[in-house]
């Protein structure tokens, strides 16, 4: 019984030092101004490493995305804007570096797709609605309402009329 | 017989579907296009491998169709790529050349002197920044330039004797009758 309990202190204590543990790689970079330090890390988070594909250049601890964040982190101390920056790396490794993919002819299916699949989805919806409003309509026959208007008359009182 | 059809069309959708999937299944999402295909390669001024005193740039690569390959010694995919390039120079088809991509000096050119040296000259890159510049994001790569120094392909991953009769000399002969 102490032992599981021992693994599970254990494992939490795991859990608890991997953050820990990721953000050392950003303590070699440090601006003077907190909110500097806060954009940079905010920049970093916004571009995706090439070597651990799902990991952001701040998470990630591969050789490539330390260098590329000393490149981010040089480009900062010297003025430039994030644009700048953004620019630099996409130049070098393709919008592949963005997270978020810029709008061109390439991306619209992304972007507009789903949309599209909306409108279609909603046509269809509106289109299948009005067919069972007609349908039910038509399921009443003139001698029916006819019949049924006469009964309404009479105060909605009517006997079976089959022979 | 038209009112039936209408039930085809979710079995197309699946069909296109799974068409989809698998097309997104069989691409490797390690290849990432660059962006640099098409444009001139970048400038770079570094010393060479096998002399920290002599320098070599870019302008070197120009005036011929050239291949820079980048590679490592710490990189063991390039150790498995090296004999095809060392028998790839024999042929004398292109001006082979190197970029030498965060490494040690005197490993590079051990290396070297050990397996064999296909390269006409290699650039030495310690902290990658060329590397960065020509949008390296491992090693082995390989780029192909044109004439004018314009990148037309790169490879990423090792060279093979397939990848060489498949893709570099095809567009070899495509640049060479071009010009």
């Given amino acids: 019984m102490t032992g599981r309990i021992f693994t599970a202190l254990a494992l939490g204590l795991l859990l608890y030092c991997g953050p820990l543990q990721a953000t050392t790689t950003l303590e070699s970079f440090t601006f003077p101004d907190p909110e500097q330090q806060q954009h940079f890390k905010d920049l970093i988070k916004q571009l995706r490493c090439l070597v651990c594909q799902n990991q952001s250049l701040a998470d990630s601890d591969a050789e490539l995305a330390h260098d590329l964040r000393a490149e981010v982190y040089g480009m900062m101390k010297d003025g430039k804007s994030d644009q700048q920056v953004i620019d630099f790396l996409v130049a070098r490794y393709g919008d592949f570096v963005l997270y978020n993919p810029p709008v061109k002819p390439s991306t619209w299916l992304i972007w507009f797709g789903p949309f599209v699949l909306l409108l279609i989805a909603l046509w269809l919806l509106v289109r299948s609605l009005r067919r069972q409003q007609h349908v039910t309509q038509q399921a009443i026959s003139d001698a029916d309402r006819q019949r049924l208007e006469q009964v309404l008359r009479a105060g909605g009182h009517e006997e079976d009329p089959r022979p | ?179």
């Fill in chain 2, 1 to 179: 017989m038209a009112r039936y059809l209408r039930y085809l069309i979710p079995l197309l959708l699946f069909t296109l579907l799974v068409g989809l999937l698998y097309r997104g299944l069989s691409l490797d999402p390690k290849l990432v296009p660059s962006p640099l295909i098409g444009k001139p390669m970048p400038g770079f001024t570094l010393t060479r491998l096998d002399d920290p005193d002599k320098t070599i740039s870019d302008a070197d690569l120009k005036g011929k169709i050239s291949l820079l390959n980048v590679w490592a010694t710490w990189c063991t995919s390039c150790r498995a790529e090296h004999e095809t390039l060392v028998e790839f120079a024999r042929t004398g088809k292109v001006a082979i050349y190197g970029l030498n991509y965060k490494d040690d000096r005197a490993d590079a050119q051990r290396w070297l002197m050990q397996l064999g040296n296909p390269y006409i000259a290699n650039a030495f890159d310690p902290d990658g920044r060329t590397g960065i510049d020509w949008g390296v994001y491992g090693a082995p790569e390989t780029f192909i330039m044109d004439k004018h120094g314009i990148i037309r392909h790169k490879h990423i991953g090792p060279l093979t004797g397939q990848v060489i009769a498949s893709e570099i000399l095809p567009l070899i002969a495509k640049l060479e009758a071009s010009e």
